[in-house]
């Protein structure tokens, strides 16, 4: 349960590393797109488009750097207040038992869930 108000907390902080990296990416594209037109010796005035993208790209990434970081700063500080608060309400047990209990153990496999898990690769030649 406490978990899970963590989870949803902490949703905000995910999306905006979301769009930071989306935009990063876009970024480093495009500069790639530009020095190949330029390595092919297109012409400099067709290429003012891509420059224009560029600095507009690099301006929403700082602005989205900004956010991520507002965001972090924010939900840290809900999480640290949520987790000061419930584990006062957690109460540890405890009982002897062997550490193993095989009448109580079971073998379960779960799918893999495709939200869980994320790569950040990338391919240089």
């Known amino acids: 349960e406490h978990l899970k108000e963590i989870a949803?907390?902490?949703?905000?902080v995910d999306l905006a590393n979301d769009r930071l990296n989306n935009l990063t990416m876009s970024v480093y594209k495009i500069q790639l797109i530009?020095?190949?037109?330029?390595?092919?010796?297109?012409?400099?005035?067709?290429?003012?488009?891509?420059?224009a993208e560029m600095v507009a790209l690099k301006a929403e990434t700082g602005d989205a750097a900004v956010d991520l970081a507002e965001q972090t700063i924010t939900t840290e500080n809900e999480v640290r207040d949520l987790?000061?608060?419930s584990f006062k309400?957690?109460?540890?047990?405890?009982?002897?038992e062997s550490?193993?209990?095989?009448?109580?153990?079971?073998?379960k496999q779960f799918p893999l869930s495709y939200d869980s898990?994320?790569?950040?690769?990338q391919f240089f030649q």
Request: glycine share 0%; charged share 15%; net charge positive.
């Open 8 to 12: 949803q907390l902490q949703t905000p």
């Open 83 to 85: 987790k000061a608060k």
């Open 117 to 121: 898990i994320k790569f950040d690769v």
């Open 89 to 96: 309400q957690i109460k540890i047990s405890y009982q002897v």
């Open 34 to 51: 530009f020095q190949q037109m330029v390595n092919m010796m297109v012409n400099p005035l067709s290429l003012v488009k891509i420059q």
């Open 99 to 107: 550490p193993l209990n095989y009448d109580q153990c079971s073998i």
